[in-house]
């Protein structure tokens, strides 16, 4: 029964002069509920609310859990690269080369840091290719030139030549040129250089 209903049932009662104190309690608690019910609209929107608010805690769950597990795989990758013995800082390169699709700049840092001070060649061959994955990395590209112009490990300087011919880097062009005029570079070294140097002024 509505309030107009209500109302209409019981008029002789509104016309008297005073209602019971029994019957003007029920008529409050009636007329209270009548005027505070909630509107359907209202409670379609909470819903709504509520839902959109379970999808969200839903979903920020889901990425703190990716993101910790990247986390320590990051840890433990980062681990390896700095590892004192050679055969795990090149597992760990191997690792980054066949796990890591996006670009870290710890790790990446850290693979630098191998190109520039590591003293074992096929540590510094296989972070060469492994930094190869992210080619438009303007850090990268300058750090190969740099490696170019300092280092003095044959083999290295050879992937390092292929490296920058490759990425058709013509700022190498004045490390390969020294490369090519330096009397104690190896035959190889310098038949490479002289063939990348023309490759890139092509």
């Not at 209602?19 to 029920?26: D, F, G, Q």
């Not at 990425?63 to 990051?74: K, P, R």
């Not at 840890?75 to 890591?100: M, P």
């Not at 992937?159 to 490759?166: A, D, G, P, R």
Request: hydrophobic share 40%; proline share 3%; glycine share 0%.
């Amino acid at each position: 029964m509505n309030l107009k209903e209500h109302i209409q049932q019981h008029k002789p009662a509104f016309n008297a002069e005073q209602m019971s104190a029994t019957s003007e309690v029920l008529f409050k608690e009636k007329l209270k509920k009548e005027l505070h019910q909630p509107k359907k609209s209202k409670v379609v929107y909470l819903q709504f609310i509520s839902v959109a608010a379970s999808i969200v805690l839903v979903l920020s769950v889901f990425f703190w859990m990716q993101n910790s597990e990247e986390s320590v795989a990051t840890k433990e990758l980062l681990a390896s690269l700095t590892d004192e013995s050679a055969g795990t800082r090149l597992e760990g390169v191997y690792k980054f080369d066949e796990e890591f699709k996006k670009e870290d700049s710890k790790i990446i840092n850290t693979l630098l840091k191998i190109l520039h001070e590591d003293a074992n060649a096929n540590v510094k061959i296989a972070t060469i290719e492994a930094l190869l994955k992210f080619p438009a990395n303007e850090t990268i590209r300058e750090n190969l030139i740099t490696a170019l112009e300092n280092e003095t490990i044959p083999l290295v300087q050879i992937k390092l030549i292929k490296t920058v011919s490759f990425l058709r880097e013509n700022r190498a062009q004045k490390p390969l040129e020294k490369i090519i005029n330096n009397k104690q570079t190896f035959p190889i070294v310098k038949n490479n250089a002289t063939l990348a140097m023309n490759q890139l002024k092509q």
